[in-house]
């Protein structure tokens, strides 16, 4: 599991929960309070995936299925913050 939970005004966190990921990526939100976009990008900085969500906490899952090995990273913005997570496919 990798967390990352930065200092600042924002409380939330997000949290993949397995690296490698599998067909469909499994990601934990926790303490989010606004809209949240969840993008995937490949390491060049192409968006690939894209998302708007409600405030959600809890798991959702993601699809990486059509996502050839390599990395990535998943990056979450809600109000002002954004957080970003690299991962393997």
Same mark, same amino acid.
């Given at each position: 599991?990798?967390?990352? @939970? /930065?200092?600042? &005004?924002? *409380?939330?966190? +997000?949290?993949?929960?397995?690296?490698?990921?599998? #067909? =469909?990526?499994?990601?934990?939100?926790?303490?989010?309070?606004?809209?949240?976009?969840?993008?995937?990008?490949?390491?060049?900085?192409? @968006? /690939?995936?894209? &998302?708007? *969500?409600?405030? +959600?906490?809890?798991?959702?899952?993601?699809?990486? #299925? =059509?996502?050839?090995?390599?990395?990535?990273?998943?990056?979450?913005?809600?109000?002002?913050?954004?957080?970003?997570?690299?991962?393997? @496919?």
């Amino acid at each position: 599991v990798i967390t990352l @939970k /930065l200092k600042g &005004n924002g *409380q939330w966190t +997000i949290k993949l929960l397995s690296n490698p990921v599998p #067909a =469909n990526m499994k990601v934990l939100l926790t303490g989010v309070t606004e809209n949240i976009q969840l993008s995937i990008m490949d390491m060049n900085g192409r @968006k /690939l995936y894209s &998302n708007s *969500q409600a405030a +959600i906490n809890g798991q959702l899952s993601l699809p990486a #299925a =059509n996502l050839p090995r390599g990395t990535y990273l998943l990056v979450a913005e809600s109000g002002s913050e954004r957080k970003t997570l690299q991962f393997v @496919k």
